[in-house]
């Protein structure tokens, strides 16, 4: 069966670090994966999502980046955190040519 | 460009009474879904509807969809408190504008009291 995770669990950062979320999904082969934000008490925005290694589309410009280093994982990264990149991050997954999108676990951060 | 509302955004229920929560969308979109989500946790996907007049259902939870109305309803039977939770719907973006990934809606939080 397919699994996902996400590490850390929880972070706390102070404004102008730098930021790496790491997300991977076991037990498929050539996902298609996604990072979003749900910042506290708000729906979901997509920031990036990916169809295959090294193949990345950006939805909304901010100061984060992503990449897909390997098949089944994805980074989420920034150089210099803002206060407005607190939020929780969510990592999701699709099989290609399925309809069924799955979410990990999540990345709690807060920018202090 | 596609997008998706929900109606209400917060509804309090009191338990055994029935309720419906409604997603519209605003252009053509060939799957809708619906998930749940506990404070504090990720996204539990509920039902994915694919055809006009798909119907499925879960236990107190029906999902129904009319693609030329393009509204979709999350109905609610007979609440309890284990219901309690966001529910959020999103829709599948058609080609151009959201590149066939979800859009989704604001969620609705559901409250169900005794």
Same mark, same amino acid.
């Given at each position: 069966?397919?699994?996902?995770?996400?590490?850390?669990?929880?972070?706390?950062?102070?404004?102008?670090?730098?930021l790496s979320l790491e997300c991977?999904?076991?037990?498929?082969?050539?996902?298609?994966?996604?990072?979003?934000?749900?910042a506290a008490g708000r729906g979901?925005?997509?920031?990036?999502?990916?169809?295959?290694?090294?193949?990345?589309?950006?939805?909304?410009?901010?100061?984060?980046?992503?990449?897909?280093?390997?098949?089944?994982?994805?980074?989420?990264?920034?150089?210099?955190?803002?206060?407005?990149?607190?939020?929780?991050?969510?990592?999701?997954?699709?099989?290609?040519?399925?309809?069924?999108?799955?979410?990990?676990?999540?990345?709690?951060?807060?920018?202090? | 460009?596609l997008k998706v509302e929900q109606?209400?955004?917060?509804?309090?229920?009191?338990?055994?009474?029935?309720?419906?929560?409604?997603?519209?969308?605003?252009?053509?979109?060939?799957?809708?879904?619906?998930?749940?989500?506990?404070?504090?946790? /990720? !996204?539990?996907?509920?039902?994915? #509807?694919?055809?006009?007049?798909?119907?499925?259902?879960?236990?107190? %939870?029906? @999902? /129904? !969809?009319?693609?030329?109305?393009? #509204?979709?309803?999350?109905?609610?039977?007979?609440?309890?408190?284990? %219901?309690? @939770?966001?529910?959020?719907?999103?829709?599948?973006?058609?080609?151009?504008?959201?590149?066939?990934?979800?859009?989704?809606?604001?969620?609705?939080?559901?409250?169900?009291?005794?």
């Amino acid at each position: 069966s397919q699994t996902i995770h996400q590490w850390p669990a929880t972070l706390v950062q102070p404004v102008g670090s730098p930021l790496s979320l790491e997300c991977t999904v076991e037990g498929t082969s050539n996902p298609n994966l996604y990072w979003y934000r749900q910042a506290a008490g708000r729906g979901l925005q997509l920031l990036f999502y990916s169809v295959g290694i090294g193949q990345i589309s950006s939805e909304v410009p901010q100061n984060l980046s992503a990449s897909r280093p390997q098949d089944r994982q994805f980074i989420l990264s920034s150089k210099k955190l803002l206060l407005s990149d607190s939020g929780f991050y969510l990592c999701a997954w699709r099989a290609s040519g399925s309809y069924e999108q799955y979410f990990g676990p999540g990345t709690r951060l807060t920018v202090t | 460009e596609l997008k998706v509302e929900q109606n209400p955004l917060f509804l309090s229920m009191q338990e055994g009474k029935n309720y419906t929560i409604y997603c519209n969308y605003s252009t053509t979109s060939d799957r809708l879904y619906w998930y749940r989500q506990d404070p504090g946790k /990720s !996204l539990e996907s509920l039902f994915v #509807l694919l055809s006009n007049g798909a119907v499925k259902q879960e236990g107190r %939870l029906m @999902a /129904s !969809l009319d693609t030329k109305a393009r #509204l979709s309803t999350l109905h609610i039977t007979a609440a309890v408190h284990d %219901l309690s @939770a966001t529910y959020f719907c999103a829709a599948r973006g058609w080609r151009g504008g959201s590149q066939g990934n979800l859009i989704f809606g604001k969620g609705t939080k559901l409250s169900v009291k005794p």
